[in-house]
C-alpha cells in the first residue's frame, strides 16, 4: 500500500502511519473522502431538480435535519425598547454634550433650523383663500418675469432650448437602456413619472398668476400640464445620477448647469412654484435609489431560481 509522504523537520517515525495514526494519513483514506463528498453532492443536486425525498435522504448526512428548508430563518424575539444595559443616555457624561457640535456640526445645524422654522411657522399669517400664493422665487424673479413679458420672442427662445434639454435627458436615458444595455435610469424615469401622474391628479394646483405660456415648450402646444412636481428638474438628476455612476463628470456638471438655468426659467415664466423644482430634485434622487434597489431585488431573484 502507498503512503503519503510529508516533510518534517523531525526526524519521526513514519511507522505510525502505518499504524492507522491520523497524524499522517494515507492516500487512501484522502481519496475515500474526496469521492464521498462527490457522491454526496452529485447526490443532493439530483435530489433538488428531481424532487426524489429518498435520493435526497441518502445524500444528506443522518445528523443533519432536513426538515429546515434553507429558506427558513430562525423566529427571533422582538428587539426589546429598552437596550439590556440601560438608556443610552445615561452614559453620556458633561464632556460628551459640550462637545457635541464639534463631533456633529450638521446634526446640530439641523436641529437650530428645525426650532427656526418652527419659530416662523406658527407665527406666520396664512394666505387667505381669495388669494394667490406666495411664492418666495416669484419674488426674488421679478425683473427677469417682467424683461420676458415685454419680449415674448425671447420667451420663445428661451422655452426651445428648454425643450432642447428636455430632449437630451430622454435621449440620454433611452441611449442607456437600448444601446449600454443598462436600464436603472429609465426604471427610475418611468417611477417618477408614474408617481407625479398620481400625485399630480390628486393635487390640481391652480395656474400660477402672470403664466407665460409658449408653443415651442415642452410639451409643445400649449396643452395642460401637472404643476406639482416638476418633470423637468426630475429628469436631469436621473440623467446625472447615472453621469456621475459612469464617471462622466465633465457631462454630469454641464446637466447640473443646465438644470439650474432651466429652474430659473420655470420661476421667471410662472411655469412651476418653488415648491414643484424642489420635490422635482427629490423625486429625481429618491427615483434612481428605488430603481437600484429593484435592480437588487431583481439580481437575488434570478439567483434564487
Same mark, same amino acid.
Given at each position: 500500500?502507498?503512503?503519503?509522504?510529508?516533510?518534517?523537520?523531525?526526524?519521526?517515525?513514519?511507522? $505510525? $502511519?502505518?499504524?492507522?495514526?491520523?497524524?499522517?494519513?494515507?492516500?487512501?483514506?484522502?481519496?475515500?473522502?474526496?469521492?464521498?463528498?462527490?457522491?454526496?453532492?452529485?447526490?443532493?443536486?439530483?435530489?433538488?431538480?428531481?424532487?426524489?425525498?429518498?435520493?435526497?435522504?441518502?445524500?444528506?448526512?443522518?445528523?443533519?435535519?432536513?426538515?429546515?428548508?434553507?429558506?427558513?430563518?430562525?423566529?427571533?424575539?422582538?428587539?426589546?425598547?429598552?437596550?439590556?444595559?440601560?438608556?443610552?443616555?445615561?452614559?453620556?457624561?458633561?464632556?460628551?454634550?459640550?462637545?457635541?457640535?464639534?463631533?456633529?456640526?450638521?446634526?446640530?445645524?439641523?436641529?437650530?433650523?428645525?426650532?427656526?422654522? #418652527?419659530?416662523?411657522?406658527?407665527?406666520?399669517?396664512?394666505?387667505?383663500?381669495?388669494?394667490?400664493?406666495?411664492?418666495?422665487?416669484?419674488?426674488?424673479?421679478?425683473?427677469?418675469?417682467?424683461?420676458? $413679458?415685454?419680449?415674448?420672442? @425671447?420667451?420663445?427662445?428661451?422655452?426651445?432650448?428648454?425643450?432642447?434639454?428636455?430632449? #437630451?435627458?430622454?435621449?440620454?436615458?433611452?441611449?442607456?437602456? @437600448?444601446?449600454?444595455?443598462?436600464?436603472?435610469?429609465?426604471?427610475?424615469?418611468?417611477?417618477?413619472?408614474?408617481?407625479?401622474?398620481?400625485?399630480?391628479?390628486?393635487?390640481?394646483?391652480?395656474?400660477?398668476?402672470?403664466?407665460?405660456?409658449?408653443?415651442?415648450?415642452?410639451?409643445?402646444?400649449?396643452?395642460?400640464?401637472?404643476?406639482?412636481?416638476?418633470?423637468?428638474?426630475?429628469?436631469?438628476?436621473? $440623467?446625472?445620477?447615472?453621469?456621475?455612476?459612469?464617471?462622466?463628470?465633465?457631462?454630469?456638471?454641464?446637466?447640473?448647469?443646465?438644470? #439650474?438655468?432651466?429652474?430659473?426659467?420655470?420661476?421667471?415664466?410662472?411655469?412651476?412654484?418653488?415648491?414643484? @423644482?424642489?420635490?422635482?430634485?427629490?423625486?429625481?434622487?429618491?427615483?434612481?435609489?428605488?430603481?437600484?434597489?429593484?435592480?437588487?431585488?431583481?439580481?437575488?431573484?434570478?439567483?434564487?431560481?
Amino acid at each position: 500500500m502507498i503512503r503519503v509522504k510529508f516533510k518534517t523537520k523531525s526526524n519521526v517515525d513514519r511507522s $505510525a $502511519a502505518d499504524e492507522g495514526d491520523d497524524t499522517y494519513p494515507s492516500r487512501d483514506s484522502y481519496c475515500a473522502r474526496y469521492y464521498s463528498l462527490l457522491l454526496t453532492s452529485l447526490a443532493s443536486s439530483f435530489a433538488s431538480t428531481s424532487g426524489s425525498s429518498a435520493t435526497a435522504a441518502m445524500a444528506v448526512p443522518a445528523d443533519r435535519d432536513t426538515s429546515v428548508s434553507k429558506k427558513t430563518e430562525p423566529l427571533l424575539p422582538p428587539v426589546p425598547f429598552v437596550p439590556p444595559k440601560g438608556p443610552a443616555f445615561s452614559v453620556y457624561s458633561v464632556g460628551d454634550v459640550a462637545g457635541l457640535a464639534r463631533r456633529h456640526p450638521v446634526p446640530c445645524a439641523l436641529t437650530l433650523s428645525l426650532l427656526f422654522f #418652527m419659530g416662523v411657522e406658527y407665527t406666520l399669517r396664512m394666505v387667505p383663500a381669495s388669494s394667490q400664493p406666495v411664492d418666495v422665487g416669484f419674488v426674488h424673479t421679478r425683473t427677469l418675469h417682467r424683461a420676458l $413679458a415685454a419680449r415674448p420672442d @425671447l420667451n420663445s427662445a428661451l422655452a426651445a432650448l428648454n425643450t432642447v434639454f428636455v430632449g #437630451m435627458q430622454i435621449a440620454y436615458i433611452l441611449w442607456n437602456f @437600448l444601446v449600454e444595455g443598462r436600464p436603472r435610469s429609465t426604471v427610475a424615469a418611468l417611477f417618477m413619472f408614474t408617481c407625479r401622474g398620481i400625485l399630480g391628479y390628486s393635487t390640481q394646483l391652480p395656474l400660477p398668476e402672470g403664466f407665460l405660456g409658449s408653443g415651442v415648450d415642452f410639451p409643445v402646444g400649449n396643452v395642460s400640464f401637472f404643476l406639482f412636481f416638476s418633470g423637468h428638474v426630475g429628469g436631469s438628476v436621473i $440623467a446625472t445620477q447615472d453621469m456621475r455612476r459612469m464617471r462622466r463628470h465633465s457631462l454630469a456638471w454641464t446637466f447640473d448647469v443646465l438644470n #439650474m438655468l432651466q429652474m430659473l426659467r420655470l420661476l421667471a415664466t410662472r411655469g412651476h412654484y418653488t415648491i414643484d @423644482l424642489a420635490a422635482g430634485l427629490g423625486a429625481g434622487f429618491l427615483s434612481d435609489i428605488l430603481a437600484g434597489k429593484y435592480e437588487e431585488w431583481k439580481k437575488y431573484r434570478t439567483w434564487q431560481l
